[in-house]
């Protein structure tokens, strides 16, 4: 079971595999991301399960996760990579996986993450003209209600 | 005591149906006739049709609205309207007062003239059909000569009622709808004549009077032999179409463009065109009912000496409701059961389907005519 | 909508019994817009549409797709800021007399939204005025049925005519007048031979002739 | 280099359409539209009534729900997620205490497995009913509608008994159930069953035997099986493709791996497969009730103390289940605390509705109505 993945980032600079199982986790580099995703299409992860980002003030950094999923293993396999929190710009997988377009829109949306190579990078849930990254830890809006705060 | 008052009641009745001359005059005869005499009379005759005519149009569109809504919750295991007079009676009523109530609203870019206007072209184009209709020898106001060629001329202007409420309406919705009523009513119209032809080259007349008394042997759907009940079945398919009801409501198709060609209309006008569609209805079930149905001449059928007698008490007018009646039954059966079609599909039936069909049939009916092999048997 | 004011009994008849009228026919005949957000609009359908509640009774199943033809705004479910606009031009393009019901925690004060939310409104009547509230997360289909009632009553009260625009604090309702408890279990019963409910029927049939019964309809029993 | 962003005005453009001559024109279809059950927004491009391109706009009711699961207790998170696709408020409540137990280490008992599957169950039919009768009335025909939520209500009602709630259940709770079933639950439910498989072939004869209906369905927005996994579709949509991808197959929770049913599976992908595999979902789901009612073992159905803290260990965690609709998952991202640093919600609604953008195009107005049914969306799944 976890011979193909050890294989599979021996050759790759900066890949590592983290703690977390169920599913699988695979930490690539930013520069190896679009490779290695072809790669793991190939293999047959034909599914693009989901995208998500998590916000990491004291690190700096924003971590993307993407959850692969093969239908014909049935495996599932979580990608993870750091983006700087500053300038945060990753590939888009659109040509991979149609539905990446639109998972990135949300990302955009709610992280900020910018997406090279994408053909409509708008935000997809709030108004065009919103400020700020909701769902970043530093967001700050007045509208926001907290218990016990006037 | 009792018994005088039904007897009384039986008289009533069999006086109202023993007007078995059936070459009463209508009121505009009347009318006509009393001209020469006296202009004061002439007037009450053109008053009472006025009069009447408004008076069953206001009463027939309540009740079929009151009909529609609790015929709907049957077919939906619910009960309709219980609480608004007795068993919900009333219901249509309060509708009717709370749509004249209401505010009067117009869009700021609308057209307003034509948006004023279209309500009332559909109303008057049904006002105008419904005065020709025979509902007994003696509710008739007027028998044109050529009443089946008026109705169908007048059944036209409400598309152009229904085309200049969508286009003044300046919304996107509307305009979809009413082009889309446009095709359809103006497609439907060729069947829909083409199978009043087969009944027009019967009987050899264009007077709705004269159609029905020609049935005295019997109706047009058994005496016609097969091309009239293809005919009649013709007739009803393009008379829902007509009417914008399921299957064939794409105008307004609330699913999928809101309210269609009446989105923007609010208060009276929208009531306007509700009452339209409801006394539509009823025009093309009493239209059908005079047509192959024998109008309001009782059901006979041959041999039975004493059920004839029976059915012969029975005034016409009850004939002529029951009738019409039941074909609007059947008009909201079909609406409550059936989805809709697509604006291609509709499109498709009639011209590729529906059209040829009439076309034929009325072929063939002109050929049973020459042959002479209809008119007789069957209940008359 | 300038009538003149009928004050006092005796004065100006006419335009009091027309105000009567018209009220009794307003009340009567609310048709709701086809609008909901979110959860609260699946109870919503279940009160208009579902045949077991069956709003129809009350004359009020007529839903209007279009703002233009309906008087009463149901809203169910959470509005967010993003929609307050689209909201409130619905509002603005219903005629008058037009009437809103706020159902459920959400449009009421933002319900499960109202912290750390940075989009869910805290309450509806920030957008546009409203006349009934109705609690709940969702308000069962019957407590949206006491919201309308009680819509219906206050419509009945005052004098829509004079003042359109002027919306009166709400009024609780009791039985609608003239309808006693045996018309509405009478009602109940013909709905459930409608719907060709036998089971549920005999049921109700039985709870209605034995109110203290052992779990009787519906649902009231105590948890196992 | 920056990517660029856009806004939807820069989308905004028409043009004449080829070879025809007209000019293209936009409508919105929603936010508040009948076909699209609350408040989606569809831009349409439209050229005359064949559509051209379908933009979805969303966020008519985001509601910020990930942001306010990052200040929720792991319990108050069930609650929460009710309020995402609320037609299967018990399958997304079972997945996040599924995630909240696997990172605490919590093990369940037999009874409260096969409570939870027995629920799912009973809310997929539930949650098919409504999909039924809206579907039928998105066509154009009101009376499914009715008939659908006839027989939901039942079903609603055995579910207050039990759960106390009609809608929003909250019912799975991490380490056990809220309430232990209802006295009169096992009789309510044979009852329902038995009356509900009557109900489906109904549902048959005054639908899916209808030539209209089937005329309307039939060769509708066709979707083969690469391009719904390339657009991240789920559920029936998913298998009506062709695609037999059903978790309670492939990775059995519950006690799913212990009951002997058919994914059911269409061919071409098209609506009427959509729909067909709906029904036969329902037979089959009212099969698996069957069973399960006559099988729930004795044993306790709440394990923790239910006021006690639940403090999750660091790490990510996600577990995802078949909703009616397709594949809910969970993302958990705790930093020991006893609320979550990041909750995020896999929504199979999101990704069903972008096989719109793909199927849509060159239909007609009407088509992307039952397009829309057929696809089964909940606005405020997809929005959160």
């Given at each position: 079971m976890s011979d193909w993945l050890e294989d599979f980032i021996a050759g790759k600079e900066g890949a590592e595999l983290l703690a977390d199982d169920r599913p699988r986790s695979l930490l690539l580099p930013l520069p190896a991301l679009i490779g290695s995703m072809q790669a793991l299409k190939a293999q047959g992860f034909d599914m693009l399960n989901d995208h998500m980002a998590v916000d990491n003030p004291e690190g700096e950094h924003i971590r993307l996760l993407w959850l692969l999923c093969s239908t014909e293993s049935g495996e599932l396999l979580r990608v993870c990579c750091d983006l700087p929190r500053q300038q945060p710009v990753a590939p888009s997988l659109n040509a991979l996986w149609p539905v990446a377009e639109w998972q990135e829109r949300e990302v955009y949306d709610l992280f900020g993450v910018l997406y090279s190579g994408h053909p409509d990078l708008r935000r997809l849930f709030l108004e065009d003209d919103w400020e700020g990254w909701p769902l970043r830890k530093d967001y700050e809006d007045s509208f926001i209600l907290e218990p016990g705060k006037p | 005591m009792k018994a005088a008052w039904i007897t009384t009641a039986l008289l009533a009745l069999h006086s109202l149906s023993a007007a078995r001359d059936w070459t009463q005059p209508t009121l505009a005869e009347r009318a006509a006739e009393a001209a020469g005499r006296s202009p004061w009379e002439s007037a009450f005759w053109i008053g009472l049709g006025l009069a009447g005519t408004l008076a069953a149009m206001t009463l027939l569109g309540l009740s079929l609205v009151y009909a529609e809504r609790k015929i709907a919750a049957r077919f939906q295991c619910r009960l309709g309207p219980t609480r608004v007079g007795w068993r919900g009676t009333l219901q249509t009523l309060a509708d009717t007062f709370k749509l004249i109530s209401k505010a009067d609203l117009v869009p700021r870019d609308a057209d307003r003239l034509l948006f004023f206007t279209a309500p009332w072209l559909v109303v008057s184009g049904m006002l105008l059909a419904l005065v020709n209709i025979p509902a007994s020898p003696l509710l008739f106001v007027v028998d044109l000569n050529i009443g089946l060629l008026f109705i169908s001329a007048v059944g036209a202007l409400s598309v152009l009622g229904i085309l200049l409420g969508g286009w003044a309406s300046n919304n996107k919705w509307s305009l979809l709808g009413s082009m889309r009523a446009g095709a359809q009513i103006i497609s439907y119209e060729l069947s829909l004549t083409l199978s009043l032809l087969v009944i027009v080259l019967f009987t050899g007349s264009l007077s709705l009077g004269e159609i029905v008394q020609s049935q005295q042997e019997g109706w047009w759907l058994w005496r016609g032999h097969l091309p009239a009940m293809v005919a009649f079945l013709v007739f009803v398919i393009a008379s829902t179409a007509e009417l914008n009801r399921t299957p064939f409501d794409l105008a307004e198709g609330e699913s999928e463009?809101?309210?269609?060609?009446?989105?923007?209309?609010?208060?009276?006008?929208?009531?306007?065109?509700?009452?339209?569609e409801f006394l539509n209805m009823f025009i093309?079930?009493?239209?059908?009912?005079?047509?192959?149905?024998?109008?309001?001449?009782?059901?006979?059928?041959?041999?039975?000496?004493?059920?004839?007698?029976?059915?012969?008490?029975i005034p016409p007018l009850v004939w002529f409701g029951l009738k019409t009646g039941g074909l609007i039954f059947v008009f909201m059966w079909l609406r409550w059961t059936f989805p809709r079609l697509r604006i291609d599909q509709l499109l498709k039936l009639e011209w590729r389907f529906l059209l040829p069909l009439s076309m034929v049939n009325l072929l063939v009916a002109a050929l049973v005519l020459l042959l002479g092999v209809y008119g007789k048997g069957g209940p008359a | 909508m300038a009538v003149g004011h009928a004050?006092?009994?005796?004065?100006?008849?006419?335009?009091?019994?027309?105000?009567?009228?018209i009220s009794w026919a307003r009340s009567n005949s609310l048709w709701p817009l086809t609008f909901g957000t979110s959860c609260c609009a699946i109870e919503m359908m279940m009160a208009s549409g579902a045949s077991h509640h069956d709003l129809a009774r009350f004359g009020a199943e007529v839903t209007r797709p279009s703002p233009r033809q309906a008087d009463l705004l149901i809203v169910a479910g959470t509005i967010v800021k993003r929609m307050a606009q689209p909201l409130r031009t619905l509002y603005e393009q219903m005629p008058e007399p037009r009437y809103v019901i706020a159902t459920g925690a959400c449009v009421i004060s933002g319900g499960p939204f109202i912290y750390h939310s940075y989009s869910s409104l805290r309450g509806v009547d920030d957008v546009i005025p409203v006349d009934v509230y109705v609690p709940g997360c969702p308000p069962r289909p019957e407590g949206l049925f006491y919201g309308i009632l009680t819509l219906q009553r206050m419509i009945r009260e005052r004098a829509g005519l004079k003042h359109p625009e002027e919306r009166r604090a709400p009024v609780t309702a009791a039985l609608p007048e003239g309808i006693t408890k045996q018309e509405i279990q009478a009602e109940m019963l013909e709905l459930f031979e409608a719907q060709g409910r036998r089971n549920v029927h005999e049921e109700y049939r039985r709870t209605v002739s034995d109110p203290g019964a052992k779990g009787a309809y519906p649902g009231r029993g105590e948890r196992g | 280099m920056t990517p660029k962003t856009l806004t939807l005005q820069d989308l905004l453009r028409t043009d004449f359409a080829p070879g025809g001559g007209t000019q293209e024109y936009f409508v919105n279809m929603g936010p508040q539209h009948p076909a699209t059950h609350g408040v989606l927004r569809l831009l349409l491009k439209l050229d005359g009534e064949t559509l051209r391109q379908v933009i979805p706009v969303l966020g008519y009711i985001h509601r910020g729900i990930e942001k306010i699961c990052e200040h929720q207790t792991y319990r108050q998170i069930v609650h929460l997620s009710d309020r995402l696709d609320y037609l299967s408020a018990l399958a997304n409540n079972w997945c996040v205490t599924r995630v909240v137990e696997r990172a605490a280490g919590i093990e369940t008992n037999e009874r409260i497995e096969t409570i939870r599957t027995l629920m799912a169950e009973l809310e997929r039919l539930q949650s098919h009913t409504l999909w039924w009768g809206v579907f039928g009335m998105d066509l154009g025909a009101f009376t499914p509608f009715l008939h659908g939520f006839r027989d939901r209500e039942e079903l609603t009602q055995i579910f207050e008994d039990t759960i106390g709630a009609r809608l929003t259940m909250n019912y799975i709770q991490p380490g056990g159930l809220l309430h232990d079933l209802h006295k009169d639950f096992a009789p309510r439910v044979r009852a329902w069953l038995k009356d509900f498989g009557t109900k489906v072939d109904e549902y048959d004869r005054m639908l899916s035997g209808n030539l209209i209906a089937q005329k309307r369905l039939v060769d509708i927005g066709a979707l083969s099986g690469d391009e719904a996994l390339g657009l991240g579709a789920t559920g029936p949509v998913l298998r009506a493709s062709g695609v037999p991808w059903d978790l309670r197959r492939v990775r059995p929770y519950g006690v799913y791996d212990q009951l002997d049913f058919v994914v059911p599976v269409g061919e071409k992908g098209d609506?009427?497969?959509?729909?067909?595999?709906?029904?036969?979902?329902?037979?089959?789901?009212?099969?698996?009730?069957e069973t399960l009612i006559?099988?729930?073992?004795?044993?306790?159905?709440?394990?923790?103390?239910?006021?006690?803290?639940?403090?999750?260990?660091e790490g990510t965690f996600y577990e995802e289940l078949e909703t009616p609709r397709g594949i809910f998952g969970v993302h958990l991202h705790s930093r020991g605390k006893d609320m979550p640093w990041r909750f995020h919600f896999r929504s199979p609604n999101l990704h069903n509705l972008w096989c719109i953008t793909k199927i849509a195009p060159g239909a007609r107005v009407a088509d992307i109505v039952a397009m829309l049914a057929g696809l089964d969306l909940i606005v405020p799944d997809m929005d959160r």
């Open positions: - | 463009l809101t309210a269609g060609f009446h989105t923007e209309y609010s208060g009276l006008r929208f009531a306007l065109f509700y009452l339209a093309a079930a009493g239209l059908a009912a005079t047509l192959f149905l024998g109008g309001w001449m009782p059901l006979h059928i041959a041999g039975l000496q004493t059920f004839n007698r029976v059915m012969d008490f | 004050e006092g009994p005796g004065q100006n008849l006419l335009l009091t019994r027309l105000e009567d009228v | 609506c009427w497969d959509r729909y067909w595999v709906r029904i036969e979902e329902m037979r089959q789901s009212l099969a698996l009730c006559e099988n729930i073992p004795e044993g306790k159905t709440m394990l923790v103390k239910p006021a006690a803290k639940i403090r999750l260990p």
